[in-house]
């Protein structure tokens, strides 16, 4: 039992490159979530799903773009870097939204 | 913007001291509330999940809930170096279907 898995787990992309952050989980969640953290701040939500084909903005979805066509995968999408993007990025899921969210590793991403 | 405010610290705690961490919402339609706790470099991991006024506890951690107050707190007692870490707070609300939104989190630093 893997928990939530991200890939890759470092990137550096340059400003108008693009890339898909990759998460997969293995305990058959509901909701998946995309969390963004920089530097000694807060987590930042930025795309949640409740299902497979329902996907919802969160707080920061701006230049980010996510798909859910299984309940295992949630990639996040980043189309033309600029370097507001550079951060640390966390997928997480839950059963429900009243359960414990469990995160990945998360994605080191910069952007230059 | 609902509001969830917690003090960004550090707080420094002599080893085997309480360490008192306080979180305020500003949205009422909030009822219950997560605790994670983040080492440096690290996911988030749940410490606490409380639903109802008054006191939880687990181990060594306890959670207070005042909703007519909007806070809730986290005490650490008996503080290991091993709890040096961040604390976040997640208040989970009534209109939130997917959206969580945390706080930016204490830093707690035991000293020994």
């Known amino acids: 039992n893997a928990g939530v898995t991200q890939t890759p787990k470092f990137r550096i992309l340059k400003i108008g490159q693009s890339m898909t952050l990759q998460c997969t989980q293995d305990?058959?969640?509901?909701?998946m979530y995309w969390y963004r953290q920089d530097p000694g701040m807060g987590l930042k939500l930025i795309y949640y799903s409740v299902g497979a084909g329902i996907t919802d903005k969160g707080e920061v979805p701006n230049g980010y773009n996510v798909s859910r066509s299984t309940t295992e995968d949630f990639p996040l999408r980043l189309e033309l870097a600029a370097p507001s993007q550079t951060s640390v990025y966390f997928c997480a899921s839950s059963y429900s939204r009243i359960h414990e969210q469990y995160f990945g590793p998360g994605t080191r991403l910069t952007v230059t | 913007q609902k509001e969830v405010e917690q003090n960004s610290g550090p707080l420094s705690v002599p080893e085997g001291a309480i360490a008192s961490l306080n979180c305020t919402y500003s949205?009422?339609?909030?009822?219950?509330f997560f605790w994670y706790r983040q080492y440096s470099g690290k996911s988030p991991e749940l410490i606490m999940f409380i639903y109802s006024n008054g006191d939880k506890e687990d181990g060594r951690f306890t959670a207070q809930l005042n909703k007519a107050s909007q806070y809730v707190s986290l005490l650490i007692r008996d503080s290991q170096p091993s709890d040096s870490a961040t604390y976040l707070c997640a208040p989970l609300t009534t209109d939130s279907w997917g959206k969580f939104q945390f706080g930016a989190g204490t830093q707690v630093v035991v000293t020994p």
């Open positions: 305990m058959n969640h509901n909701y």
């Open positions: 949205d009422r339609g909030s009822q219950s």
